[in-house]
């Protein structure tokens, strides 16, 4: 455990993304561009304002707009549609889902399997580490907040 954190707190290998002109997500097999390709940070932090916003309207309705109730209703949804269909209210109307790594070995470069759906367990860490915050705004050179890579997932363009 205490090595693959410090290869990622180390920053990118020799060859990775900014390194010499590779693409982020190069190293998890994930194509420059278009579907499949990683998610940009504008899109991915819009989608999430959209969840906070839809999340923020169902506490307002059942719980008085408490902001822990909030952050509980922005996990459960998190936990339950990303664990099952790979993307939130906010991902699917921004055209992204949460797709799990195959290989997140740095490396070997290997393709992000595009149909698999992360799961329950895996929608559950992300989610937790998500209502934390600090996870989430940790990035490595892939552009995976910790809360991704710890997870096991990746957000892509649909």
Do not use: K, Y
């Amino acid at each position: 455990m205490r090595a693959s954190m410090g290869g990622w707190l180390d920053g990118p290998p020799a060859g990775a993304a900014g390194d010499s002109g590779t693409s982020r997500g190069a190293r998890l097999g994930l194509p420059p561009t278009g579907s499949g390709s990683l998610a940009p940070l504008g899109r991915r932090l819009v989608a999430l304002l959209v969840d906070w916003a839809a999340c923020s309207a169902i506490s307002a309705a059942f719980f008085q707009s408490d902001a822990m109730a909030v952050v509980g209703v922005l996990a459960i949804e998190n936990v339950v549609l990303v664990g099952t269909l790979g993307t939130t209210l906010g991902h699917r109307l921004l055209g992204l889902r949460v797709v799990r790594v195959v290989r997140a070995d740095p490396e070997r470069t290997g393709p992000v399997e595009p149909a698999a759906q992360p799961g329950l367990l895996a929608g559950a860490v992300r989610a937790v580490l998500l209502c934390l915050v600090i996870p989430a705004v940790v990035w490595d050179a892939d552009g995976r907040g910790m809360h991704d890579r710890l997870a096991g997932t990746v957000i892509v363009r649909r």
